[in-house]
């Protein structure tokens, strides 16, 4: 399917599909969206004089806030039969559900297993969530990318608006529609991938690791915000709701920076490289020695920093995971694991991530499947008991 489709997409599509979108004269999304989004893009994102992870972290904060105040309230029924004004078409919208259950399953099998655990409303909703993020991501990094400019960006942010207040498209922006509808999700976070991807248009260096880290939220620690209030966090918690989101959060950016260390020679071959400047620099490394792609003590050296730095991240996102609901547990744990896993192959390939491609085994990932289950199985008490023996 083609990226340029997606973005422009005739507006008589629109109309037919409202029908999709149950109506009852409310939506069920949280009265604080359209308040606490503004104020953490204007806060949180326009500010310069703070740092990116200062600045990202008051966008946690706001997102945390809307999942806190369900819990108060316990607002969230899932149970609850949706009131609506009798226009809905039930058998298209599960169609589009059914549809991006089906996009999931061919792109991201493992993670797609992981959700058949989870209750049918919340596997539904990351099934809508989970296509949205890969069609934005496709239109900078798919076969149509050359052709996409800053007002097919545009386009597909006002679309993006336009699902959120019940007006998709087509039906994988249905799913997506409904899903926002039915729990406290935020346009926040979505809108900021968009503006990941604008970069990824104009910008193809990063001077330093904050410059990086704001990048590396924007492309895929958002989907950790995106997510959260759909997993659902288990009742018997004790976490704080922030902590559960920085943990999403970090787990994002702790994927990112090992999709980084892993394409260093594809991203050079397409002129990017998106390690920090500066740390090159004081590893006596230049943008020369990334595009002659030659495997040298130097280059080991500075690569074993910027694994430790992903361990680290990775280290973070553990703390949140069992706070989870039980069900949503499993994909979140298997991703984890097997994603850490990329940085013991680029070790095991002498850091040589230049020409060749550092990736996980069958065999690896049918071991890791089990241990991620067992792992999601233990409640946040048990698992706190597993880490301290």
């Not at 809508?128 to 960006?153: F, Q």
């Not at 996980?360 to 301290?388: C, D, I, M, T």
Request: one cysteine or more; glycine letters at 6%; a positive charge.
């Amino acid at each position: 399917m083609s990226a340029i489709l997606w973005v422009v997409c005739p507006k008589e599509n629109a109309q037919s599909l409202l029908s999709l979108i149950p109506r009852n004269g409310r939506r069920r999304r949280c009265k604080f969206n359209s308040r606490l989004s503004l104020s953490a893009y204007s806060n949180a994102i326009v500010n310069p004089s703070r740092s990116s992870e200062e600045r990202v972290y008051e966008v946690v904060l706001k997102q945390a806030a809307l999942v806190r105040e369900l819990r108060k309230e316990s607002a969230l029924d899932l149970g609850k039969p949706i009131e609506t004004d009798g226009t809905t078409d039930w058998n298209l919208l599960n169609e589009a559900y059914e549809r991006c259950g089906e996009v999931c399953a061919e792109y991201a099998k493992t993670f797609y297993l992981g959700t058949l655990l989870m209750t049918p409303e919340r596997r539904r909703a990351i099934w809508a969530i989970y296509v949205w993020c890969r069609r934005t991501d496709e239109l900078v990094d798919g076969p149509n990318a050359s052709h996409i400019t800053p007002k097919a960006m545009e386009r597909w942010e006002k679309r993006l608006t336009d699902l959120f207040e019940g007006r998709p498209y087509d039906m994988y922006d249905a799913a997506l529609s409904d899903t926002v509808s039915k729990f406290p999700v935020d346009v926040q976070p979505f809108k900021d991938m968009i503006e990941g991807m604008r970069l990824d248009l104009r910008k193809s260096r990063y001077d330093n690791f904050d410059e990086l880290y704001l990048y590396c939220y924007y492309v895929a620690g958002t989907v950790g915000l995106m997510s959260v209030p759909v997993m659902g966090i288990a009742p018997e918690s004790k976490a704080s709701t922030e902590s559960i989101y920085n943990a999403a959060l970090a787990l994002g950016i702790a994927n990112q920076l090992t999709n980084i260390l892993r394409d260093v020679g594809e991203d050079a071959r397409r002129g990017r490289i998106y390690l920090p400047q500066d740390e090159l620099a004081r590893s006596g490394l230049s943008d020369e020695d990334i595009f002659r792609g030659k495997v040298t003590d130097k280059w080991r050296s500075f690569m074993k920093g910027q694994i430790k730095r992903a361990r680290m991240f990775f280290d973070e996102a553990e703390k949140g995971v069992a706070e989870l609901s039980s069900a949503s547990r499993w994909p979140v744990w298997a991703s984890l694991l097997l994603y850490r896993q990329i940085l013991d192959a680029i070790e095991a390939n002498d850091y040589n991530n230049f020409t060749k491609r550092a990736y996980v085994g069958k065999a690896k990932k049918l071991v890791s499947l089990p241990a991620a289950y067992g792992r999601a199985l233990l409640g946040p008490s048990k698992l706190a008991e597993l880490v301290k023996r």
